[in-house]
């Protein structure tokens, strides 16, 4: 993986027929600021960081770095994509690597898939199984909100 910081930054935004991928922008503050003080988004990331010291600290425009996208859905930010290199920090076996990392809103229901790279390694390689993944995660209804797409 090349490094980020020689890319030119930011990408065009990258769009699906739902989603919007795009540099963050001021007006994502709020959300983002939801985002970093949320308890149930990182409940298994070290906890949330205050709300009070987050409105204090974060910049006009929050988590602007090569890397970062927001995910946006209808024009609001549900969500941030982070691609950089993982740190010996947490995961000695993957510094260096590439890190595909997420958080969404709490309510956003999430799918994520993945697909092996299985034509370029060895037939019978153990370091990818050779199949897709799904993960799938649905918030309970809130009241006020409509149900999830299914």
């Given at each position: 993986?090349?490094?980020?910081?020689?890319?030119?930054?930011?990408?065009?935004?990258?769009?699906?027929?739902?989603?919007?991928?795009?540099?963050?922008?001021?007006?994502?503050?709020?959300?983002?600021?939801?985002?970093?003080?949320?308890?149930?988004?990182?409940?298994?990331?070290?906890?949330?960081?205050?709300?009070?010291?987050?409105?204090?600290?974060?910049?006009?425009?929050?988590?602007?770095?090569?890397?970062?996208?927001?995910?946006?859905?209808?024009?609001?930010?549900i969500?941030?994509?982070?691609?950089?290199?993982?740190?010996?920090?947490?995961?000695?076996?993957?510094?260096?690597?590439?890190?595909?990392?997420?958080?969404?809103?709490?309510?956003?229901p999430?799918?994520?898939?993945?697909?092996?790279?299985?034509?370029r390694?060895?037939?019978?390689?153990?370091?990818?199984?050779?199949?897709?993944?799904?993960?799938?995660?649905?918030?309970?209804?809130?009241?006020?909100?409509?149900?999830?797409?299914?």
């Open positions: 993986m090349e490094d980020l910081e020689s890319i030119a930054w930011p990408p065009e935004p990258i769009r699906t027929r739902r989603l919007v991928l795009r540099a963050p922008q001021s007006w994502d503050r709020a959300a983002f600021i939801e985002l970093l003080a949320s308890p149930e988004v990182h409940t298994y990331l070290g906890g949330p960081r205050p709300r009070d010291e987050l409105e204090r600290q974060s910049p006009e425009v929050p988590e602007q770095r090569p890397g970062s996208f927001v995910v946006d859905l209808d024009g609001a930010m969500g941030q994509i982070l691609l950089r290199r993982a740190t010996e920090h947490r995961r000695p076996a993957a510094a260096g690597k590439a890190d595909l990392g997420y958080l969404f809103l709490p309510g956003e999430v799918v994520l898939t993945t697909q092996s790279a299985a034509r390694l060895p037939e019978g390689s153990p370091t990818w199984p050779g199949r897709s993944r799904l993960g799938c995660r649905w918030p309970a209804p809130q009241q006020g909100r409509p149900p999830p797409l299914r």
